[in-house]
């Protein structure tokens, strides 16, 4: 009885699951399944990841992602919203108004709204759209027409430290913005998020029904890179590199150039010019400030000179004969020797232009820049292999390691005595500009290497966890500090007192240290008569020293070099401005001390409140709008803030006015653009003299505004 029991129990069983999976028919609750289910299908969506943004120093945004559309439209006539049409009805109309936000032919539009397909795109004209275009086609209120969200990398200039920022490209097989130069292609990984995937079902009409919670995986946002530089510097880098290409006197070919912390290693600003060509398939996309090796020419030769003083070998006011220098080479040891006239496997060395110096002293041959003087050290001074090893511990001929940046190594040319003595001046072996600046981070520090660096720090942006952040490192101590004085007077010296072509990086307002450099191009195995190198390395102040500034640039002998001296000058004008300098000099401070403190959050608090809070900590902030409650501030929370820095305040107001920029200096002026949104045209450098638009001008819309500093 029991067993008939479940024999029949079973086969109701089966009998139902057949029904139910082939009639579509449910006995219990008499639902027609196939009804229901009709046409309904499981939709696997992408969720896409941000891509983590890229920021300066100040914590301002130089890439990120925003928000983009690519449109399409329904055109099938077989859809409907209730009772009104879903698809495109008047496709002539459509096609018009389509084409004239997209800026593409109206008849490419109308072949495709006119084709056999339920649903059609753009091309690649109808991707990734803005949010004013798609604005501007919802104004038309085409049926049918719609748009799916996608994101966009977005700089905050395109011409700002371009190679190393670098450019990503959409990968449609990812589905991601993919780097492909620069911190966006060398910290790819660290950028990069991980597309999540939303699950749930929708009718042939897309009506969408419920998500599929268990299947639904939530994106990944990639995480933040806080670059070293500050985007004030680096534009006026930037400016001064691209300034002495476009110039007639001087139109280089190539522009490089770096400035560097040289007690931290905190790169401020790496840039070069002319950038890449994204549109351009043969572009090379090569970071000339650590990937480019060639000869430093006489830059070197502050390395040399003190090198030589640091042995205690040579004083400053010893004396030499400072005309040709007739180098012999002994065959059987290697070692060379002055001799006094030319002969057979003889090498001469001359001074620039063949100059002969007659006596002079050590200091005086530096200064004067003289090839003759490195020589005189280093056949009969400083040992070549303990010059070798100087080199070494300064760390040329292998990489700097700049955080993940490509480098080359440099290449040493070390086979023949004559050889190693030009390697004192700069000419045979090749090194890279970053490993120069390195270098001298000892000149201009207390002698020891402090290795430059590019990333500030890494943070997720979820959790606001700081996941790295840079130290200072510091290499071997290679000078004493008497040393680096010696050297640096007389790089002072050449500077203030006029000498030697110096004069021309004489600052009124900053002291700053200076030597120059001239190196021959190898063009086919020989060295160019007519294409130079040339090159100066920058140390300011004088009194201490904070900061190393080289650049480089290709170009004619000839050339206006006080031109390009005055567009660099106006770059640390720019870092004078905006950073604080402490001169000191025996301990006694010239300058105001300078304190911070971190941004306290004040969005969402009244204004008097903040206002006398910040009062209180010895801040006059610049309030935006007459509302009630702070909306927004910059710097924002959990910022390090300067007691000099200007804090601004947005309020819940419409009536927004210009503030007075008198006096302000460029770093407040584009915190005022970045804050508000402003087009802000700027010319000159130092402080604001005079803006376009009066104070209290109301701000709206598209407001742009000139200021002028001096």
């Given at each position: 009885?029991?067993?008939?029991?479940?024999?029949?129990?079973?086969?109701?069983?089966?009998?139902?699951?057949?029904?139910?999976?082939?009639?579509?028919?449910?006995?219990?609750?008499?639902?027609?399944?196939?009804?229901?289910?009709?046409?309904?299908?499981?939709?696997?969506?992408?969720?896409?990841?941000?891509?983590?943004?890229?920021?300066?120093?100040?914590?301002?945004?130089?890439?990120?992602?925003?928000?983009?559309?690519?449109?399409?439209?329904?055109?099938?006539?077989?859809?409907?919203?209730?009772?009104?049409?879903?698809?495109?009805?008047?496709?002539?109309?459509?096609?018009?108004?389509?084409?004239?936000?997209?800026?593409?032919?109206?008849?490419?539009?109308?072949?495709?709204?006119?084709?056999?397909?339920?649903?059609?795109?753009?091309?690649?004209?109808?991707?990734?759209?803005?949010?004013?275009?798609?604005?501007?086609?919802?104004?038309?209120?085409?049926?049918?027409?719609?748009?799916?969200?996608?994101?966009?990398?977005?700089?905050?200039?395109?011409?700002?430290?371009?190679?190393?920022?670098?450019?990503?490209?959409?990968?449609?097989?990812?589905?991601?913005?993919?780097?492909?130069?620069?911190?966006?292609?060398y910290y790819n990984d660290v950028l990069n998020g991980k597309?999540?995937?939303?699950?749930?079902?929708?009718?042939?009409?897309?009506?969408?029904?419920?998500?599929?919670?268990?299947?639904?995986?939530?994106?990944?946002?990639?995480?933040?890179?806080?670059?070293?530089?500050?985007?004030?510097?680096?534009?006026?880098?930037?400016?001064?590199?691209n300034n002495i290409m476009q110039a007639e006197n001087v139109?280089?070919?190539?522009?490089?150039?770096?400035?560097?912390?040289?007690?931290?290693?905190?790169?401020?600003?790496?840039?070069?010019?002319?950038?890449?060509?994204?549109?351009?398939?043969?572009?090379?996309?090569?970071?000339?400030?650590?990937?480019?090796?060639?000869?430093?020419?006489?830059?070197?030769?502050?390395?040399?000179?003190?090198?030589?003083?640091?042995?205690?070998?040579?004083?400053?006011?010893?004396?030499?004969?400072?005309?040709?220098?007739?180098?012999?080479?002994?065959?059987?040891?290697?070692?060379?020797?002055?001799?006094?006239?030319?002969?057979?496997?003889?090498?001469?060395?001359?001074?620039?232009?063949?100059?002969?110096?007659?006596?002079?002293?050590?200091?005086?041959?530096?200064?004067?820049?003289?090839?003759?003087?490195?020589?005189?050290?280093?056949?009969?001074?400083?040992?070549?292999?303990?010059?070798?090893?100087?080199?070494?511990?300064?760390?040329?001929?292998?990489?700097?390691?700049?955080?993940?940046?490509?480098?080359?190594?440099?290449?040493?040319?070390?086979?023949?005595?004559?050889?190693?003595?030009?390697?004192?001046?700069?000419?045979?072996?090749?090194?890279?500009?970053?490993?120069?600046?390195?270098?001298?981070?000892?000149?201009?520090?207390?002698?020891?290497?402090?290795?430059?660096?590019?990333?500030?720090?890494?943070?997720?942006?979820?959790?606001?966890?700081?996941?790295?952040?840079?130290?200072?490192?510091?290499?071997?101590?290679?000078?004493?500090?008497?040393?680096?004085?010696?050297?640096?007077?007389?790089?002072?010296?050449?500077?203030d007192q006029r000498r030697y072509g110096m004069q021309r990086?004489?600052?009124?307002?900053?002291?700053?240290?200076?030597?120059?450099?001239?190196?021959?191009?190898?063009?086919?195995?020989?060295?160019?008569?007519?294409?130079?190198?040339?090159?100066?390395?920058?140390?300011?102040?004088?009194?201490?020293?904070?900061?190393?500034?080289?650049?480089?640039?290709?170009?004619?002998?000839?050339?206006?070099?006080?031109?390009?001296?005055?567009?660099?000058?106006?770059?640390?004008?720019?870092?004078?401005?905006?950073?604080?300098?402490?001169?000191?000099?025996?301990?006694?401070?010239?300058?105001?001390?300078?304190?911070?403190?971190?941004?306290?959050?004040?969005?969402?608090?009244?204004?008097?409140?903040?206002?006398?809070?910040?009062?209180?900590?010895?801040?006059?902030?610049?309030?935006?709008?007459?509302?009630?409650?702070?909306?927004?501030?910059?710097?924002?929370?959990?910022?390090?803030?300067?007691?000099?820095?200007?804090?601004?305040?947005?309020?819940?107001?419409?009536?927004?006015?210009?503030?007075?920029?008198?006096?302000?200096?460029?770093?407040?002026?584009?915190?005022?653009?970045?804050?508000?949104?402003?087009?802000?045209?700027?010319?000159?450098?130092?402080?604001?003299?005079?803006?376009?638009?009066?104070?209290?001008?109301?701000?709206?819309?598209?407001?742009?505004?000139?200021?002028?500093?001096?």
């Amino acid at each position: 009885m029991t067993f008939a029991l479940i024999v029949t129990i079973f086969s109701i069983l089966i009998i139902n699951v057949f029904v139910v999976s082939v009639g579509g028919y449910h006995f219990n609750s008499g639902t027609n399944i196939k009804e229901v289910v009709k046409d309904i299908h499981t939709v696997y969506e992408p969720i896409i990841a941000k891509r983590g943004k890229i920021l300066d120093y100040q914590d301002s945004v130089l890439v990120e992602d925003n928000k983009a559309f690519t449109v399409h439209a329904y055109i099938a006539d077989d859809r409907f919203d209730g009772d009104k049409p879903a698809y495109v009805v008047d496709k002539e109309t459509a096609a018009t108004q389509i084409a004239s936000v997209l800026n593409i032919s109206s008849d490419f539009v109308l072949e495709r709204v006119n084709s056999d397909a339920k649903q059609v795109e753009f091309g690649v004209d109808g991707k990734r759209i803005t949010t004013a275009q798609k604005d501007a086609l919802d104004a038309f209120n085409i049926p049918g027409l719609g748009f799916t969200e996608v994101l966009v990398r977005a700089q905050y200039s395109s011409s700002l430290g371009s190679t190393l920022i670098g450019l990503t490209r959409f990968d449609e097989t990812e589905e991601k913005q993919v780097g492909i130069m620069g911190v966006e292609s060398y910290y790819n990984d660290v950028l990069n998020g991980k597309n999540g995937v939303s699950v749930y079902r929708q009718d042939v009409e897309q009506l969408r029904y419920d998500t599929i919670d268990s299947l639904t995986v939530e994106a990944e946002d990639g995480k933040d890179i806080k670059l070293s530089i500050d985007k004030i510097v680096q534009s006026s880098l930037d400016k001064a590199l691209n300034n002495i290409m476009q110039a007639e006197n001087v139109k280089a070919q190539e522009a490089w150039g770096a400035l560097v912390d040289v007690k931290t290693g905190r790169i401020l600003a790496l840039a070069d010019a002319p950038s890449f060509n994204a549109n351009d398939p043969d572009t090379v996309y090569m970071n000339r400030a650590t990937e480019y090796q060639y000869e430093p020419g006489s830059t070197m030769k502050t390395l040399t000179y003190a090198m030589a003083l640091n042995d205690g070998v040579i004083t400053p006011d010893q004396i030499f004969n400072g005309n040709a220098f007739y180098l012999e080479t002994d065959p059987n040891t290697g070692k060379g020797k002055r001799v006094s006239a030319p002969s057979g496997g003889i090498e001469t060395i001359n001074n620039p232009f063949k100059s002969n110096y007659g006596n002079i002293t050590m200091k005086e041959g530096y200064q004067r820049s003289s090839n003759v003087m490195i020589a005189e050290v280093l056949t009969n001074y400083l040992d070549t292999e303990r010059f070798r090893q100087y080199m070494l511990d300064l760390g040329f001929f292998t990489p700097v390691k700049v955080g993940k940046l490509p480098e080359a190594e440099g290449y040493e040319l070390w086979d023949y005595f004559h050889e190693k003595v030009t390697n004192g001046f700069g000419q045979g072996s090749t090194v890279t500009m970053m490993q120069l600046l390195q270098a001298h981070t000892a000149v201009f520090g207390d002698g020891t290497v402090v290795k430059p660096y590019i990333v500030e720090s890494i943070i997720n942006p979820n959790t606001g966890e700081v996941e790295y952040q840079a130290e200072v490192t510091k290499g071997k101590k290679v000078f004493t500090e008497e040393a680096v004085q010696l050297t640096r007077d007389a790089m002072h010296e050449n500077v203030d007192q006029r000498r030697y072509g110096m004069q021309r990086f004489k600052m009124d307002d900053i002291s700053v240290m200076a030597k120059s450099g001239t190196s021959q191009i190898v063009i086919d195995g020989k060295y160019s008569n007519k294409d130079f190198i040339f090159s100066a390395m920058l140390g300011f102040p004088y009194e201490n020293p904070q900061y190393a500034f080289y650049f480089a640039y290709k170009t004619y002998d000839g050339h206006s070099n006080t031109f390009v001296a005055n567009e660099m000058k106006n770059v640390i004008k720019t870092v004078v401005t905006n950073y604080p300098i402490n001169l000191t000099d025996d301990d006694e401070e010239v300058v105001t001390p300078v304190h911070k403190i971190v941004m306290p959050n004040f969005v969402n608090q009244d204004i008097n409140t903040v206002r006398g809070k910040l009062s209180e900590l010895g801040y006059t902030p610049v309030i935006i709008g007459d509302g009630d409650v702070v909306i927004e501030q910059y710097p924002k929370r959990k910022t390090d803030v300067l007691n000099n820095e200007k804090i601004f305040l947005n309020t819940n107001s419409t009536d927004k006015k210009i503030p007075d920029m008198s006096g302000w200096s460029l770093k407040e002026v584009m915190d005022l653009s970045n804050f508000m949104k402003l087009e802000i045209s700027i010319e000159g450098h130092g402080f604001v003299k005079s803006q376009s638009l009066a104070p209290n001008s109301p701000i709206g819309d598209g407001t742009g505004i000139s200021v002028i500093l001096e």
